[in-house]
């Protein structure tokens, strides 16, 4: 009889941590995870982005595409993927968009801007990754600043910036849920691995 109340124990005992590390694994990817894992999708989006763009725009330089088949594109893209984009020459005037340089844009900070020109002319590195944080939007900003070339001369500098959101709310949000949801698998998890450990050992 003790073997068989020993067995119908340890089955229960090991079911239950089954559910523990499940429960485990959930708050750990869900919240303690959840802001890495966003902020680096964020920033693999962008790179993407930026490499499309700028091999794009070597096509305009090329006479291959125009100006507007660009500025269709990328206008278009950077509502869908919430970023905003300049390209600007030697001189720091303007290439695209023609319409840059309202206050709600996320590279509207010419002071800024420039410092980060010259971050990426010093660099020896053809792009490079810059994260800022802004007091007005209270959230980080991560920009791909791009060195342009024609005939291996610099000629211009591309970037792009995109806000990384602050997540708290939706963190907080994940944390009352998962309250439940941890409360409710105990509860299961109890009832069946009983129930298991049970049937298992009947003979």
Known sequence: MKPTKSLHFHIWKYFFIFVLIVLFLLWFFQIIFLGTFYESLKKENITKISEEMLSDYYKVMNKVDSYDTFLNKYDSSSHR?????????????????????HSLSLLSDEKKLTHNMLK???????????????????SKILTIASKIYSDNEIVGYMFISTMISPITPTINILK???????????????LVSFFMSKSIVKP
């Open 81 to 101: 993927n919430e970023f905003d984009y300049l390209i600007i020459d030697n001189q720091i005037d303007t290439i695209l968009p023609d319409n840059f340089g």
């Open 176 to 190: 009352q849920q998962l309250i439940y949801i941890t409360i409710i698998l105990i509860c299961i998890g109890l």
């Open 120 to 138: 990426l002319h010093l660099s020896t590195e053809n792009s490079i990754v810059i994260t800022d944080f802004s007091p007005q939007l209270n």
